[in-house]
């Protein structure tokens, strides 16, 4: 329908995607999804000894805000699950009804551009060096307390960077008609207001 607008925001980890969507999702009145959630949350399950097949098909969007999906440890476990496909392909309905649902959406994570939404009317692909990216994670999770190394955290993103990357089903990529953002040398201010203007260029003026 004429309300349908689709932004997908996908790149590596701590570019900058979560900040950006929540706030151009909050300008523009557009629901967001985070899809790394949904490979979290069955990351978490296969800590607890659940089959990632089965977990990812027993998935409710319920379970997306329950305790804190959001340590190392689990964004190890997310990044394995979301090699296999039959996980991959579990959740892909739910992202593609979100993705198309009246008054407009955003959703962040690697595959939507190429996979999840190859219409959407906007594809951002968001960077930063792998050494900015880590300390910006590192910032995050000691202030919620996590007890983490920097070093700790810079291995773990460039092990979960190549994974995403090497992996052959829906391998983290920019889509060819991407806008790329590399946020290494910009605040939160700056890369929003970079995307809004990518995001403007694009969106029918409203009535
Ligand atoms: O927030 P951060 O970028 O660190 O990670 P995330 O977006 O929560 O994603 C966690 C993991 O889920 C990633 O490392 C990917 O392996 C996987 N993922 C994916 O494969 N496809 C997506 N659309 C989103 C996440
Ligand atoms: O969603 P993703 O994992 O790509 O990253 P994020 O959660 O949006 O951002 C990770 C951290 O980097 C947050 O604490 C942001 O405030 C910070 N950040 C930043 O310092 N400068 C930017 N240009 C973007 C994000």
């Not at 792998?130 to 993103?157: H, T, W, Y």
Request: net charge negative; with cysteine; hydrophobic share 45%.
């Amino acid at each position: 329908s004429d309300s349908q607008f689709t932004i997908a925001i996908d790149g590596p980890a701590a570019a900058g995607k979560g900040t950006i969507s929540k706030a151009v999702a909050a300008r523009f009145g557009f629901a967001h999804l985070d899809t790394g959630l949904l490979y979290r949350a069955v990351g978490r399950r296969t800590l607890q000894g659940l089959e990632p097949i089965a977990a990812a098909h027993a998935l409710t969007p319920e379970e997306l805000e329950q305790g804190d999906l959001r340590t190392a440890e689990i964004a190890q476990a997310a990044s394995k699950v979301a090699v296999i496909p039959e996980v991959r392909a579990a959740l892909v309905d739910f992202q593609r009804a979100f993705a198309r649902r009246s008054g407009g959406a955003v959703l962040d994570g690697r595959d939507i551009g190429t996979v999840i939404c190859p219409e959407a009317e906007v594809k951002l692909f968001v960077t930063a060096s792998p050494e900015v990216r880590a300390e910006r994670r590192f910032l995050e999770l000691i202030a919620k307390g996590n007890d983490i190394s920097r070093e700790q955290v810079l291995s773990d993103v460039k092990e979960r960077d190549a994974r995403d990357t090497e992996r052959s089903t829906a391998p983290m990529k920019p889509a060819e008609d991407a806008v790329l953002l590399d946020t290494s040398d910009l605040s939160v201010e700056a890369a929003l207001e970079k995307a809004i203007k990518v995001i403007e260029a694009k969106k029918p003026a409203q009535s």
